[in-house]
């Protein structure tokens, strides 16, 4: 059987990104180089005969997905499946913690000036983020990263494809030390520190969409 007829049935037939290693265990013969081969030929296959599909690296795997100029015409189908949108709150925070992780609740509600629990919550429940650890502060608190359902969801090869800090507003991009509540200058504002930095949605939104602009409206 051709290598490249095996990983196609292979890619076809998944709903998630497939990595090289995985993609090989579909037969014996197959190693990765192989599969890097065959992967190389329906790549350009699939470009040079102008199929409305193509190989995209995603979460660190390979998925073949609609080509985003093609999105328009699949939403007029509701048997197509499409992910859901998340909504400019959730998007702000996801912001925050792809750029700051690891990072906790309170941190995160410091940068963002508004209570995070409920989008955190949201977050954790689309598998976009997910706890990675604990804080050395009072309680152990839990620190949240994001998973390969973020880059998968955005359509990231990897997250050192997300925009350059300097790309991005500076509350994203500068890790400043937390002086929050709980007794710490600067938490209630009586000591001379600053106040919580209010976060601009639509900055936060484009700062993690920009290379993905286009990408989340395509499907398999």
């Given at each position: 059987m051709n290598d490249a007829r095996i990983v196609e049935a292979v890619l076809f037939a998944s709903d998630a990104p497939l990595s090289p290693g995985e993609i090989a265990r579909a037969d014996e013969v197959l190693d990765e180089d192989r599969v890097e081969a065959a992967l190389a030929v329906l790549k350009t296959e699939y470009d040079d005969s102008g199929r409305a599909f193509e190989l995209r690296e995603v979460a660190d795997g390979v998925q073949i997905m609609t080509r985003p100029e093609f999105a328009s015409y699949l939403e007029r189908f509701d048997t197509v499946p499409?992910?859901?949108?998340?909504?400019?709150?959730?998007?702000?925070?996801?912001?925050?913690?792809?750029?700051?992780?690891?990072?906790?609740?309170?941190?995160?509600?410091?940068?963002?000036?508004?209570?995070?629990?409920?989008?955190?919550r949201t977050l954790?429940?689309?598998?976009?983020?997910?706890?990675?650890?604990?804080g050395e502060?009072?309680?152990?608190p839990l620190l949240y990263g994001t998973t390969s359902r973020f880059m998968e969801h955005f359509g990231f090869p990897s997250m050192e494809h997300l925009p350059k800090p300097e790309e991005l507003p500076v509350v994203l991009r500068e890790r400043a030390p937390l002086e929050d509540a709980a007794g710490q200058p600067g938490?209630?504002?009586?000591?001379?520190?600053e106040e919580a930095p209010a976060?601009?949605?639509e900055e936060a939104v484009a700062a993690v969409l920009a290379h993905a602009e286009g990408r989340s409206e395509s499907v398999r």
């Open positions: 499409r992910s859901s949108r998340l909504s400019g709150p959730a998007l702000e925070a996801l912001a925050i913690v792809a750029y700051r992780q690891p990072i906790g609740r309170v941190e995160l509600e410091y940068v963002r000036g508004v209570n995070s629990t409920g989008v955190i954790l429940d689309r598998e976009l983020i997910e706890a990675v650890g604990r502060g009072v309680g152990r938490g209630d504002g009586d000591d001379g520190g976060l601009d949605g």
